[in-house]
C-alpha cells in the first residue's frame, strides 16, 4: 500500500522568500517519488523526480527536493519565490505498481 | 510531436446524456490513465491501461467505461452523465522504462 500526505492545502510566501512544500509518503517498497505543478487551466508537469540514485534531487525552475528515508519524506524547496512560481504543486509516490498515487495538492500564492 | 493531447477541451452535458472523451498520445507509451480531479480531492484514477486491448479499473470508476483498441489512444465515456461527474478530465501516458507520467491539458465537462 502506499499513500501521500501534502501537509498545508495553501502556502504563501514574499517574492523572493524560501518556499517550502512538504510530502510524506508511505510505501511497504522502495519507493519513486515526483513532484508535479500545475498551472491554471493547464495540465500537470513534471518538476523533480527521485528513482533511487541521489537522495538531493535538482529539478525544473531552481525546486529541488530531497529524499529522507527516515523521516519518509520528500519536500520541495526553492530558495527564492517568484510570482511566476505561483501554482498547484502535487506530490506523488509510486512503489512499482505503475500506478502512482497523488497527494491532494498545495497551492503556492506568492506576494509581492 | 504532440505528447498527450485530448478532445474535446470543454463539454457541457445535460443528466442522462452520453460522451466521449479521447486521448491521443504519440510518444508510443504502454500505459495510460484517466483522472478527475475535483476542488480539495487532487488526482484521482478512474481507469487505466497498461497495453494495447487492456484496461483495469482505479479508485473511481463507478459511471464510466474506457477502451484502448490502439496503444496511441485511450477513450473515456460516459454512457448516462449525473451532475456529481462534473470535474475537469486528464489523461495520461507513462512510458517504460521512464516513471514519469505525461498528463494531456485536461477537458473541463460540466453536467447539468
Known amino acids: 500500500a502506499q499513500s501521500v500526505t501534502q501537509l498545508g492545502s495553501h502556502v504563501s510566501v514574499s517574492e523572493g522568500a524560501l518556499v517550502l512544500l512538504r510530502c510524506n509518503y508511505s510505501?511497504?517498497?522502495?519507493?519513486?517519488l515526483f513532484w508535479y505543478v500545475q498551472y491554471p487551466n493547464q495540465g500537470l508537469q513534471l518538476l523533480l523526480k527521485?528513482?533511487?540514485?541521489?537522495?538531493l534531487v535538482k529539478g525544473i525552475n531552481g525546486f529541488e527536493a530531497e529524499f529522507k528515508k527516515s523521516e519518509t519524506s520528500f519536500h520541495l524547496t526553492k530558495p527564492s519565490a517568484h510570482m511566476s512560481d505561483a501554482a498547484e504543486y502535487f506530490c506523488a509516490v509510486d512503489g512499482g505498481s505503475y500506478i502512482p498515487t497523488f497527494g491532494r495538492g498545495t497551492s503556492l500564492i506568492v506576494h509581492p | 510531436n504532440a505528447g498527450v493531447t485530448q478532445t474535446p477541451k470543454f463539454r457541457v452535458l445535460k443528466t442522462g446524456q452520453s460522451m466521449t472523451l479521447l486521448c491521443a498520445q504519440d510518444m508510443n507509451h504502454e500505459y495510460m490513465y484517466w483522472y478527475r480531479q475535483d476542488p480539495g480531492m487532487g488526482l484521482r484514477l478512474i481507469h487505466y491501461s497498461v497495453g494495447e486491448g487492456t484496461t483495469a479499473k482505479g479508485e473511481v470508476p463507478d459511471g464510466y467505461n474506457v477502451s484502448r483498441l490502439k496503444k496511441q489512444n485511450f477513450l473515456l465515456g460516459l454512457e448516462s452523465a449525473a451532475p456529481s461527474q462534473t470535474s475537469v478530465y486528464f489523461c495520461a501516458s507513462r512510458g517504460n522504462p521512464t516513471y514519469e507520467q505525461y498528463f494531456g491539458p485536461g477537458t473541463r465537462l460540466t453536467v447539468t
Open positions: 527521485y528513482t533511487s540514485a541521489a537522495t
Open positions: 510505501s511497504s517498497v522502495p519507493p519513486y
